[in-house]
């Protein structure tokens, strides 16, 4: 079956400083490439999202890379800040079926 | 507006018992999930119905049966609840299910005693 990847699975990063988070996925059928952000106690969110046609997208301090090629995908924050914290998902899809990662849990420090 | 609406929040009941869980959305999309999230947060898809047709089962077990009267309702009931049934029960919906966003409801966290 298809298999995703996160990692690492746990990040602290200094208040300012720039977060990584790797997705690696299986299915070469996948063409879609979403982040989502989940607060604590509230519901999964899209942050940012990419396409199969495109390499790379930026959205103020956050970015999504891609590498089809290699199965992976990547989601950048820089400067990060403290409401930053939260668990990213990354979900890659093709048709009706969204298979998410397993989770990173990013904490800012102050 | 809520979009995706779930409910009840929370559920608490016990083992053997029969509950359901009621999902609606007013976005207009013609696709609908249901995810599980359990205590690590893994968040694991369920199924998936595009214009109240079934799409995707996950070997999820038939004491889950998903049900889908409209394109905007999704409902899930659960017979003969366990204990590891108990997780966080998100529903969402897409516009088309084919590499679009995705819209979770609130959840709805069931507790099984």
């Known amino acids: 079956g298809e298999n995703v990847e996160q990692h690492p699975s746990t990040l602290s990063v200094q208040e300012g400083d720039s977060a990584v988070i790797k997705c690696t996925y299986s299915?070469?059928?996948?063409?879609?490439f979403p982040w989502y952000k989940q607060e604590l106690g509230k519901r999964p969110q899209l942050i940012i999202d990419?396409?199969?046609?495109?390499g790379e997208k930026k959205d103020q301090r956050i970015a999504v890379t891609l590498n089809k090629t290699a199965k992976h995908f990547s989601l950048h924050i820089t400067e990060t800040q403290p409401e930053d914290s939260a668990v990213y998902f990354c979900?890659?899809?093709?048709?009706?079926?969204?298979?998410f990662g397993t989770g990173t849990r990013l904490k800012v420090l102050a | 507006d809520t979009a995706v609406s779930q409910t009840p929040k929370y559920l608490v009941t016990q083992m053997g018992n029969d509950k359901s869980i009621k999902c609606e959305q007013n976005?207009?999309?013609?696709?609908m999930y249901w995810y599980k999230q359990d205590s690590k947060k893994f968040l694991k898809i369920m199924f998936s119905?595009?214009?109240?047709?079934?799409?995707i089962n996950e070997t999820v077990p038939n004491r889950f049966s998903p049900k889908s009267p409209d394109k905007a309702h999704l409902n899930l009931h659960i017979n003969s609840l366990e204990l590891g049934d108990s997780a966080v029960y998100f529903c969402?919906?897409?516009?088309?299910?084919?590499?679009?966003?995705?819209?979770f409801g609130p959840g709805t966290r069931l507790t099984v005693t």
């Open positions: 990419i396409r199969s046609n495109v």
């Open positions: 979900g890659p899809s093709g048709t009706y079926k969204y298979i």
């Open positions: 969402a919906s897409s516009r088309t299910g084919t590499g679009d966003e995705q819209y």
């Open positions: 976005l207009g999309h013609d696709t």
């Open positions: 119905y595009n214009n109240k047709e079934l799409i």
């Open positions: 299915d070469s059928a996948s063409n879609y």
